[in-house]
């Protein structure tokens, strides 16, 4: 199959999802309010019940909310400049990635860090689905873990259409059911509320540090989260003036505010483990921490037990399923992504479905959910490494220092392969802080270990860019293409153009001029899909040295800004 059979064949695939291309507009149909809600559906997941609950029951009530509040403001302003670019250039985490310090190749390698995410979280929120089955119809965890991986499938293959519909539709049975019965109990019965206030878990009541940090640690896995809620924010439409406070509502809410319904959670999770415990049963020790356990003991209490089942079974279903769905879909986009660059194949979204559940599925049957805390406490590191890079590279290098391009850039062609701003930090800060968490430096610090991937890779990323002069953000400075990438009202531009190679019309930001003139010497203009595909670089613009903050140069000679199309000088 050529280069050109393969683009064709991506392009029409029926599960085009844009793994590795920018949204055109012609396909963000979707108002501001269906994409935020849809991207805040996807949150409905308990294992925000079993984070809070294992941390609040090691370290008490005041540590853990502590804990808590402390990882929910760090991540909400890490996710805030990402989530506003991914939305306003409609490129999910990879594609922006690429343009923010890592490089056309090197972004592969946090893309394999979030697919891990999805695989991790799709194995935990399984295990709480087959928790439920076995303790509602018995059914044996095994084939508890089984049927929460195949139920998913069907749903996943279809993508965005069928996840919008599924997320719409069952967010407000999801929302009845987990708040209306946690109201009751506070305010029929406020002594709860007292003993969860005073609660000690395994510690001493006093608020410690060292504890609160720790806490913190645990929550700071969740951050990937942030990506699978681009993998719908991406799909928002352009913003204009008309639409500019809704537009800006439904990011900030379903980008970084994400965040602020997963801690209440979290902190219902810790108010639940205390419930069950000095309500239902105070031998239940560890097993508190399980959601269908604090459901089912909350529902027991207010309603016959049959009836209790029922609805605990059901709310259960509908979250593990609804961020399942998510977790299938961001992990098969993310591993497509990494495949396809490094193979130049499409093999259709398909087996890396299959691929990413049946690795779930696997840490299912090892029962990592008796791991979490330190499982999530380990990878937190990682994680906090690559999104801290990618945020301090859109506010600091792209807007306050101009050392980043500020339109960020995915298209083969325009980016090195590698970029060391990135690769360099995260590398630093995932070691340093990997050494700390393993205490090496010494047990004193080791509670510190996500706060030492923070501060380094928060000085490391500016640090890199500065010395190398943003040299390594831009293989080229201008894509060939006269038309202004971006319009008028700083979105990218609906203008089409046609694929020589495929003979397909694509949208002006998935376009580059090509190397191979046409017939009559004319210039040809070639898709980012066409170019990830090719075997050769025949297509592929010669470098001409550019860096990041070199203004580049129109046909005529002029300064131009290539991507609005205006004369001026600068960025």
Known sequence: MTAAERARRAAEDSLEDYAFRYVPRSFRRWSTLAVGGTALGSIAFLADFSIGASIGMEHGTLNAVLGILLASVIIFLVGLPISVYAARYNLDIDLLTRGCGFGYRGSVITTLIFAGFTCLFFALEGAIMAQALH?????????????????????????????????????????????????????????VVESFLAFDGAGEGMVELGAVVACAAVCFALAPQLAEQLDYLRFMPPRTRANRGRWWASVLLAGPGWVAFSGAKQMIGVFLAVYVLARVDPTLGGRAAEP??????????????????????????????????????????????????????????????????????????????????FVLSLYANVVMAWLVTVAVDIAVNKRLLGISPVVPEHRRGMLHDWNPVGLVSVGAASLLSLLTFFGVFGEALRPFAVGVAILVAAVVTPTVAA??????????????????????????????????VTGYTF???????SAEPGPFGETQHISSLALILADADRYVLPADGGSATAAPRGRRGGRRRWWTGRPGVGR
């Open 292 to 373: 269908v356990v604090q459901i089912l003991g909350l529902y027991e209490r207010l309603m016959p037990d049959w009836l209790a089942v029922v609805l605990a079974m059901t709310l259960v279903v509908v979250a593990q399923v609804k961020i399942n769905v998510t977790n299938g879909y961001s992990g098969s986009l993310a591993c497509l992504n990494a495949c396809t660059r490094l193979t130049r194949r499409y093999p259709g979204r398909t087996p890396f479905v299959l691929v990413n559940l049946s690795a779930a599925y696997g840490l299912m049957v090892m029962d990592v959910f008796a791991l979490m805390s």
């Open 507 to 513: 949208e002006r930001p998935d376009m580059l001029a």
């Open 467 to 500: 010395l190398t002069r943003g040299q390594w953000y831009l293989r080229r400075r201008w894509d060939g293409i006269d038309l202004p990438l971006i319009d008028d009202q700083g979105s990218p531009s609906a203008a089409r153009l046609r694929c020589h």
């Open 135 to 191: 303790v509602g119809l018995g059914v044996a965890l095994p084939v508890g873990y089984l049927l929460s991986t195949l139920v998913v499938i069907p749903i996943v293959i279809f993508g965005m259409r069928a996840l919008e519909r599924l997320q719409r539709w069952t967010t407000p049975l999801w929302l009845v059911l987990a708040l209306v019965p946690l109201v009751w109990v506070v305010l029929t019965d406020p002594d």
